[in-house]
Structure formats: C-alpha cells, structure tokens
DNA sequence: TAGGCCATCTGGTCCT
DNA sequence: AGGACCAGATGGCCTA
C-alpha cells in the first residue's frame, strides 16, 4: 500500500474553487484533503475515501442537490478524469523513459569486456566500469603512441582498430601528445586517483577481471 | 532479516 | 500546454 500525498489536493481546491457547495474552507487551516491517503484509484475515487467524505460532510445540506452545485460536481468529476487521464500518460512516459535508459545500459553492458556467465553488472557498475575501460583504452592509446611515436600511422589506431574495431570508430581521431583533438578521451579519475579510488572505479565482481588486472 | 538493487509512481521543474 | 527530466518514496525480490 502506497501512501503518499494525496492527488486531491489540487483537485479539492479546484472543486472548492468553482463549487457552492464545497466545504467553506479557511486558508488558516489545511484541507482535509491535505492528509496522506491511499493512492489506489479505487480509493483514490471512492465516494469513501477521506477527503471526499470530508467534502460531502462539509457541503451546505440546502445547496446539495441544487442543480448549480451538480453542475460544479459533474466539472469537478471530469477534472479528476482529466488530471487522472494526465498522470496515466505521464506513468507511460516515464516506465518507457526509463525503459530506453535500461536498453542503453544493456548496450552499454554489451561493448564492455565480456563478464563471467552469470555476472551481470548493476547500474552503477557498469557505468563505473564504462568509465575505467575508457580511462584504459585512452592510456593504451597513450602508451602505444609513445612506443611508436615516429611511425606515421599513429600505432593506436592501428592498436584500437584490431583489438575493438566497434570502437574504433570514436577513436580514430589522433592521440599524440602534442593534440588536443581527442581531450574528451582524458577521463581524468581512474588517471589521477589514488589506489583507493581505483578500487572505488572497480566492480567488485571484476576485480579478478583479466582486463582490470591488467590495469 | 537487513541491505542492495530494481521498477514504478509521483510531483516538481524546465524546456519547446 | 504538454513532454522530458529528475529526485524522492515505496514495495518487491534476492542474497548473505
């Protein structure tokens, strides 16, 4: 059971804003409806539920049935259908938003050095160790670059072009030290941290990893 | 059983 | 106005 805020506040306060009939409310003193209640739509929308009880509790016995305040009811009905309708939409959104985000997470898990069987990384995992594989790749371009740094193919492209051909598109820009043209390839935690933070780059499952070790 | 991870809902804020 | 994005809350599932 999902407690939360309850959804009427606005609605409440639209309703007491066009209807005759609602609760004369004080602003000095909070809505009925500001309480938590359940967020189940049938009680959300039940006739039983706390705050619309409040709310026919509270209307003038006289104007009830009149046919301005069955007006104001009938508005006030179709605003819980549209703000309803509204937050519906908006749940299908966001479960579709996050969706896209696990389907690139599971691309993401999927370039990576590949893993034992059964050993799927977190969220956080695998965006630690996206970070530490391209701090990795960037330092053996680096490295290669200073090996062969008189050839004129830069030896890491040659190097990345082999070992991760997927790759090697984002990489082929040139690493000699003197360029600036591949900056956006110098993640700088793994590079400049300490052993501690090194760990904390690491997935615990991956610290054996051969790649890792290689680090 | 506590803690970690995850999916989902929700309301707020920003952007187009 | 409506959609995208975000963060908090919540409950379910799994594991040590």
Known sequence: MVLL??????EVSELTSVSPCSVSSSSSHPSPAMQTCSSDDEQLHSPTSPTLTHLQQGRDQGEE???RCRRSRAR???VLKIKKTRRVKANNRERNRMHHLNYALD??????PSLPED???TKIETLRFAHNYIWALSETLRLADQLHGSTSTPAAAILVQDSYPSLSPSWSCSSSPSSNSCDSFSPTSPASSTSDSIE????????LNPFMSAL
Do not use: F, H, I
């Open 107 to 112: 691309s993401l898990r999927e370039v990576l």
């Open 119 to 121: 050993a799927k990384l």
């Open 200 to 207: 904390y780059w690491q997935p615990s499952e991956l610290r």
């Open 5 to 10: 805020k309850c959804e009427y506040r606005d």
């Open 65 to 67: 049935n009149s046919p």
């Open 76 to 78: 006030g009905d179709t």
